[in-house]
């Protein structure tokens, strides 16, 4: 099983990044998918997530109307894209899949949101 993210960097207040998480091992289209991520010194936070048929989507109200999540079942791929970033997004995003107690964890994307 693997979860592997990118697109993470240095984006400037304001600014916009596409995340991306590639799956392989298992059957993605089977697991709902989520982003959390873990700021310095805070408590890990769920970002967004999205059920296995990408009908339906769940975000922290922190970042309700400015993030937005999507998978391509056919790409086995999660996309995270978050627009007016702000310096406190700073955080370590993960990927995670999970199905019923089942969950798999990438190994995270660094976004430094400083001007």
């Known amino acids: 099983v693997q979860l592997v993210e990118s697109g993470g960097g240095l984006v400037q207040p304001g600014g916009s990044l596409r995340l991306s998480c590639a799956a392989s091992g298992f059957t993605f289209s089977s697991y709902a998918m989520s982003w959390y991520r873990r700021a310095p010194r805070k408590a890990r936070e769920l970002v967004a997530a999205?059920?296995?048929?990408?009908?339906?989507?769940n975000y922290a109200d922190s970042v309700k109307g400015r993030f937005t999540i999507s998978r391509d079942n056919a790409k086995n791929t999660v996309y995270l894209q978050m627009n007016s970033l702000k310096p406190e997004e700073t955080a370590v995003y993960y990927c995670?899949?999970?199905?019923?107690?089942?969950?798999?964890w990438g190994q995270g994307t660094q976004v430094t949101v400083s001007s």
């Open positions: 995670v899949a999970r199905v019923s107690q089942t969950s798999f």
């Open positions: 999205i059920v296995s048929a990408g009908g339906s989507t």
